[in-house]
């Protein structure tokens, strides 16, 4: 009798979450592109809810949730913007974290172009490399931080092409548009094709990817639901399964 009654139980569950389901706008970082989707899926079986997601650089973002675009979740590739969104009253205070850490790779799809201490930098035989807008994307800051350190900008400046976001950095390397690049390591995670660097982390600012509940989805039960699965166990191991620090 009661292994019945548990049975009728789990089918009606999956029904009354549905019966309740909404819709949450998320605005996400490029480089998330990928583990975004991912977790969206889970959330949409877990919770019934489904997540809108749009894809972009944070900076565009920024100046989007600015002007009005009816974003619920902001999740940002840096702390610098979502801090930004509570002091200027666009976020909800108490909901911003930090959902993941990221990290920079110089990544070409020429097998033998870079070495796995990112020597070619200062052997400099390239005519092309790629990072996104520092102006907009927080991996194009990592990687200027990243060749001042080097003490090579000055000499690598002209030779930079910059994507608008972390994306389109990817596939100006992916394509040959630009013989090498800096990345984000989700980008490449889960490819052992071309070659990589993985930068060290003291040439660049920690790279705190932040999300906040912005104002607009303060009373959607599904914003509120998407900032507690992230941190579920489950969405956390999707994270790391794109190479991210999850602490």
């Avoid at 489904?50 to 100046?63: K, M, R, V, W």
């Avoid at 619920?72 to 959902?99: N, Q």
């Avoid at 400046?157 to 548009?177: D, E, L, R, W």
């Amino acid at each position: 009798m009661f292994l019945r009654l548990l049975i009728c139980l789990m089918w009606l569950l999956p029904i009354t979450a549905a019966s309740h389901a909404g819709e949450v706008k998320v605005a996400v970082a490029a480089n998330f592109t990928e583990p975004a989707k991912d977790i969206a899926a889970a959330f949409k079986a877990r919770t019934g809810h489904e997540a809108s997601l749009s894809f972009g650089p944070s900076g565009q973002f920024y100046t989007q949730i600015m002007n009005g675009a009816p974003y619920e979740v902001f999740m940002s590739a840096d702390a610098e913007r979502p801090l930004k969104a509570e002091a200027e009253g666009l976020g909800v205070k108490g909901t911003r974290f930090i959902y993941a850490y990221g990290a920079l790779v110089l990544w070409s799809a020429d097998p033998k172009l870079v070495d796995t201490k990112g020597a070619v930098l200062k052997r400099a035989k390239f005519s092309k490399i790629a990072i996104a807008d520092p102006g907009t994307a927080p991996y194009g800051v990592a990687a200027v931080e990243t060749l001042k350190k080097l003490g090579i900008y000055e000499a690598a400046a002209p030779k930079i092409v910059k994507g608008t976001s972390i994306a389109q950095t990817y596939n100006f390397v992916s394509t040959g548009s630009a013989e090498l690049g800096f990345v984000a390591a989700s980008q490449v995670h889960r490819s052992k094709t071309g070659s990589r660097w993985v930068v060290p982390k003291s040439y660049y600012t920690p790279i705190d990817q932040q999300v906040i509940l912005l104002k607009t989805g303060d009373k959607n039960p599904a914003a509120r639901a998407w900032l507690t699965f992230l941190k579920s166990p489950e969405a956390v191991r999707i994270i790391r399964s794109y190479g991210y620090e999850v602490r």
